[in-house]
């Protein structure tokens, strides 16, 4: 098992979270309990959802993501932390421990079954369309940060990005 990252545009909820898998996957998605918005904790009430436009973003293991969020976090200047949890240093661990920042939302948020709003999303496509990193970054690393930013400018417009 991996993470599958979803961007989603213009969507509405149509109904409540059916009791099984009976639905069309191209013209609907449900949103379960860990929908995240970093101001007001919960913006999407559970159920199911119609969208406007999809677009599948990424799909890998959960440790190369996190890689690949430890190198935009240490791009990004976040100092290299340490906490209970995770004794090996991290620039992604020092980003939380700030009360925000550029790329902040991405590099705190629980990456398993959950939800970015489309407010967050426009804040986070804010951030990587502004920010310059360094030219010498690897190829997969440009890839997928051109693609989030591409994602996450769908998502701004009322949709959302979904990990699952």
Not at 86 to 114: M, N
């Amino acid at each position: 098992m991996g993470l599958s990252i979803r961007a989603y545009s213009n969507i509405t909820r149509v109904g409540n979270t059916p009791d099984d898998d009976d639905y069309d996957y191209n013209e609907f998605f449900i949103v379960h309990g860990n929908s995240v918005h970093f101001e007001e904790r919960s913006t999407y009430e559970l159920g199911l959802y119609s969208f406007g436009g999809t677009e599948h973003v990424w799909e890998g293991s959960y440790s190369y993501y996190n890689a690949l969020r430890e190198r935009l976090a240490e791009i990004a200047g976040y100092p290299s932390r340490t906490c209970a949890e995770y004794r090996e240093p991290s620039h992604q661990i020092g980003a939380c421990f700030c009360k925000g920042g550029v790329f902040w939302e991405l590099l705190c948020f629980t990456d398993c079954e959950g939800i970015l709003d489309a407010k967050t999303c426009t804040k986070l496509y804010n951030d990587f369309n502004t920010f310059n990193f360094p030219a010498a970054i690897d190829d997969s690393f440009t890839g997928w940060y051109n693609k989030m930013k591409q994602a996450l400018l769908m998502a701004s417009t009322g949709g959302c990005l979904v990990f699952d």
